[in-house]
Structures are given as structure tokens and as C-alpha cells.
């Protein structure tokens, strides 16, 4: 699953991460050996190494545990975004994901998110976390 400015790299793995976004849903893998939930979308469960999984579909709330601002383009179709904030989220479910941080309040550890999937300058749905 790679991102370029937010560009999808859909593959056989990402699949079902990529259908879930499109109905605005955060779908994960959870393994079939261990009912361990994980993402981004993996060939083998980090925990039992198993290759069994189906998608569940998960709460798109967590928390801030860390970001970033990106103040450099890495890509010439982003470039009006410059800079941006990258956050790193530990949704309640265990999981941590990547995503643009937009929210009103000032990004800090801890800070109560919500996660959208919303368009870039591309079309292309992307993560997006706002304050609640
Ligand atoms: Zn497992």
C-alpha cells in the first residue's frame, strides 16, 4: 500500500482497506489464527504469523500519538498543501493510522480525533483527522 501525495497503490492486500475507504469506513485485517486487528494491510499477522484474515470494519476514533509538519514537497501536485500536518492516531481498537491532521484545535499527544476519508487534489479519497 503505498501513497504518493495520498495517491493509492491498491494491491491484492490493500483491497480491502481501499473498498472500505470508499464507503467512508476504516476496514482492517483481522487474523483468522489469533483475532489479532492490524494495520496497514500485511501478508502474515505480526503476532502468530499466520496468513488467514478476513476485513472488519472498526470505530474511526482515537487519539493523537504523534505528528509531524511536513514543510517540504515531495510531490509538485501537493505543492499549494505545503506545509501540512501528518498525524499518527491510536484508534480505540488498538491500531495506529496515518493521516492529514486539519482539525481547529492545536495538535497535541492525546488530542481526541475523528477520522474521515476525504478527496485530495487528485480525486484520490485520502486520511483525514479532525479535533472533536
Ligand atoms: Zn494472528
Redesign the pocket.
Known sequence: MASSGGAPGMDLISQGYWDGVTRNELVVQQ??????L?HYPQHL??????SG?HHVSIAKSGTVHSWTISEHNFDTEIVQDVPYTLATVDICEGVRVLGRYVGIDEIRMGLSVILTFEPNHRGNLIPVFRST
Open positions: 487474523c483468522d489464527g489469533c483475532g489479532r492490524r499477522c505480526p503476532g502468530c504469523q499466520s484474515c
